[in-house]
């Protein structure tokens, strides 16, 4: 199974306020999975978006998906709280709980956007 990147709903709204194409988190990805990006535990990783200017919260299931889930600017705080790294780690654990039905019917009620990569067709 190849790896899949899904932002929620939420996000794909920040981005697109902030003016965040699909094309920079899938580059993101890449990234990420070669360890450039900070590592918060348990599943949760910062980066670095829109030529630094915002960071982003991205959620793994090791070798099955990544949902990009939160989105702020640098200019308006430098990191997330303890008590909201608590919160993402735990919705971590939830998604790495979810089967492919649960992500295709999160998908189908618009919870989860796919997010395709340049190289698939």
């Known amino acids: 199974m190849r790896e899949r990147t899904f932002k929620t709903a939420w996000f794909a709204k920040a981005a697109r ?3 965040i194409s699909d094309q920079e988190p899938s580059e ?3 990234q990420v999975a070669l360890g450039q990006a ?3 535990g348990g599943g949760v ?3 670095r978006l829109n030529e ?3 960071r982003s919260i991205v959620l793994a299931k090791a070798g099955e998906f990544w949902v990009f889930t939160y989105l ?3 200019q308006d705080r430098a ?3 303890d008590d909201e790294l608590e919160a993402f780690r735990k919705l971590a654990e939830l998604y790495r709980r979810k089967t492919a039905s649960d992500l295709e019917a999160e998908l189908k009620v618009g919870a989860l956007v ?3 990569h340049d190289s698939e067709a």
């Open 17 to 19: 306020k902030a003016r």
């Open 28 to 30: 993101a990805i890449r």
């Open 38 to 40: 900070d590592d918060l």
């Open 45 to 47: 990783f910062k980066k």
């Open 52 to 54: 630094n200017r915002h």
């Open 72 to 74: 702020f600017a640098k």
């Open 79 to 81: 990191n997330i709280d």
């Open 114 to 116: 796919e997010i395709c």
